[in-house]
């Protein structure tokens, strides 16, 4: 035992601290051993870290594996064991995580439970499964039917949506993770998918509301931090998480999720949650991994070395066209990407400015609220972390020099659709990243389980309501409603001045004859090599836009626009559609922005100009009627392949 050293430091990882005899019923004498476990990690600077290392490569896993270990005495063998060496004992290899969802799906059990693939990865062509829990199969089948209507006819759902003519619809929750060194996110979710088939109840704790002494904390926690409370979210964010005793301040002042006494600060609910009556208003689609080629070897990168959360988008990756294809087929209500680590455990929603395409006025109360549900489910149901942040909630900071008063000194913005969980948003879905605070079986056995069942039970008793707001966007793009003076005040500069930078951020087509709206009224991709520089960009635009469940249409004959004829063939992209904001977030211009400072999230996500091939915006509402006369068939994904 003395061989076993803690990382990063030479003291030995087993201690004796008593030892005794036992006698059995046979006479069997046998020495007795009292082992103190140290935690083998730790960090640089020498102390104990309860968390596998957040490391790019997973170098601990050398010394993983399965391990027989003896007893000797001098030179005598006198007992063996067989032990599994791991970070934490719900830590599972890439061949486990395999194992394990072909075991879930296999379970006996009376509830829905299907593995499917999404496809295989871009340089080993692994599989890429996910699993759907769902009470039945056809609860699964109703849903995609629905998305079919609802993206062809949202106001007659909106109709029967107030009707209750599908009060009984089961609506999709999707669970995520694409850094797959952050593995205590892949072996949550799995966790998760087994508290759902294992128990007929489940008890879950949830917190209504702060006690006097909660309310008293909260407000001398946010004086210590400078918060200021965002105008536009005051009405419907309840500060649930925030507060964290002083077990949530390290000794250099950044914040950390430590032990806090919740029944001192909250008002503690016990729920008994029955799993078959949670499924009659949700399902589950789970994936544990998306980059499985980089869980093989615990690197946050997949086989060709770049990273696919800055790649969901762009979609250059199978990781991440299959993903988001799946999204897109699913619409869910939820797309929770869990990652780490961030020790204060951090749950979006993001801070300003976002992406334009946004219809953030639809979306921003079930977004706070979502991402406090999970949180809370989070911290009610373990020992040991019991806070979190959230950015658009509580990085908005008190600021003298600031016309308002406030400032977003350190934005976490949603600007770019280059993460996975900003893509969805622009189809209604809240996409929430969650950072998790360690790598441990808090996090993957109680965290994680729990914090996705409060955000269930929150999409149960708030589901017609987001359909509704799902419904509502999809409106607003199959009618290409102009919707800036609704959306325009959500985008706020620096200060906080709702709506300083709408004509930034959303700015229309005023020209002659022009629609006045931010979104065109189609664009025309040509097919030809007269008016087309890059052939392949474009016919690969083509595949991606449909892929993403855009509605692309082709022209079965020539037609003229601005004094130039594209023949049969061009490709027209109507912004009458449900998914208008996708389609445009890849085609319009994009957005310079050179008036915040410290923005996260820089990266490009425009296609054509990134890809390099001719797209001609059409703003006149006369002239796109006579382009759509030329084309008014759409083409499937399965089409644009050939």
């Not at 067989?82 to 004992?89: F, G, I, N, T």
């Not at 066209?321 to 993001?350: D, Q, W, Y």
């Not at 319009?588 to 915040?596: E, M, R």
Request: a negative charge; proline letters at 5%.
């Amino acid at each position: 035992m003395t061989q076993w050293k803690q990382d990063q430091q030479p003291q030995p990882m087993f201690t004796v601290t008593e030892m005794g005899i036992s006698v059995d019923e046979t006479g069997k004498v046998s020495l007795k051993l009292w082992i103190h476990i140290n935690c083998y990690f730790g960090t640089r600077s020498g102390n104990v870290d309860y968390s596998a290392p957040h490391s790019n490569g997973g170098a601990y896993l050398d010394l993983c594996g399965y391990y027989t270990l003896h007893v000797t005495a001098g030179e005598k063998a006198v007992g063996s064991v067989h032990a599994k060496v791991v970070p934490y004992d719900s830590f599972r290899t890439v061949y486990e995580l395999y194992d394990d969802i072909d075991a879930l799906a296999a379970m006996d059990t009376d509830l829905y439970v299907a593995k499917e693939s999404m496809g295989h990865t871009t340089v080993d062509g692994y599989d890429m499964p996910y699993l759907i829990v769902a009470d039945s199969k056809e609860s699964a089948d109703k849903w995609l039917a629905y998305t079919d209507l609802v993206e062809s006819d949202p106001d007659l759902v909106l109709t029967k949506l107030a009707n209750g003519e599908f009060d009984d619809l089961r609506v999709p929750i999707f669970a995520s993770n694409v850094h797959s060194n952050e593995n205590t996110a892949v072996n949550g979710i799995l966790e998760f998918a087994h508290l759902l088939l294992e128990h007929e109840t489940i008890n879950v704790n949830t917190l209504e509301g702060f006690t006097e002494a909660g309310k008293a904390l909260l407000e001398q926690e946010m004086a210590r931090q400078g918060v200021a409370v965002p105008k536009q979210i005051k009405d419907f964010a309840s500060y649930i998480g925030f507060i964290r005793g002083e077990n949530g301040y390290k000794a250099n002042g950044s914040l950390y999720s430590g032990p806090l006494n919740l029944e001192e600060y909250y008002n503690v609910e016990e729920n008994e949650v029955n799993v078959k009556e949670l499924l009659s208003d949700v399902f589950m689609v789970i994936v544990p991994e998306q980059n499985i080629e980089g869980y093989e070897h615990m690197t946050r990168t997949f086989g060709l070395g770049y990273d696919p959360n800055r790649d969901e988008a762009n979609q250059t990756s199978f990781e991440d066209s299959n993903a988001m294809a799946l999204v897109n087929k699913f619409n869910p209500m939820v797309f929770t990407e869990i990652h780490g680590r961030v020790e204060a455990m951090l749950i979006e929603p993001c801070t300003s400015p976002h992406e334009p395409n946004y219809e953030y006025d639809l979306i921003a109360k079930q977004f706070i609220q979502l991402g406090e549900a999970v949180g809370m489910g989070a911290i009610a149901n373990n020992p040991g972390h019991n806070s979190f942040e959230m950015p658009y909630r509580d990085f908005l900071r008190i600021d003298d020099s600031s016309p308002s008063g406030v400032a977003w000194t350190e934005p976490w913005d949603d600007m770019t659709t280059a993460y996975g969980s900003q893509f969805p948003v622009l189809i209604g879905t809240a996409g929430i990243t969650w950072e998790l605070p360690v790598y441990s079986d808090i996090s993957s056995e109680l965290i994680v389980p729990y914090g996705l069942m409060t955000q269930a039970m929150y999409i149960q008793e708030n589901k017609i309501d987001m359909l509704t707001i799902q419904a509502k966007l999809f409106s607003r793009g199959v009618n290409n409603t102009n919707s800036n003076e609704l959306v325009g005040p959500w985008y706020v500069d620096q200060y906080d001045q709702a709506g300083k930078q709408a004509d930034l951020m959303r700015p229309v087509y005023n020209g002659e004859g022009q629609n006045g709206n931010f979104y065109p009224e189609c664009y025309i991709i040509p097919m030809d090599s007269v008016n087309q520089k890059n052939l392949y960009d474009a016919a690969a635009g083509m595949k991606y836009l449909t892929r993403n469940d855009v509605k692309v249409n082709v022209a079965s004959k020539a037609f003229t626009y601005n004094g130039v004829t594209y023949p049969a063939g061009t490709m027209v992209v109507p912004m009458y559609q449900a998914k208008r904001s996708l389609a445009n977030s890849q085609l319009f211009d994009g957005t310079f922005i050179n008036v915040w400072q410290g923005l996260y999230s820089e990266s490009f996500a425009q296609r054509s100009n990134a890809r390099g091939y001719d797209r001609i915006i059409v703003a006149e509402p006369t002239a796109y009627k006579t382009i759509m006369d030329a084309c008014p068939e759409t083409i499937s994904y399965s089409e644009a392949l050939t």
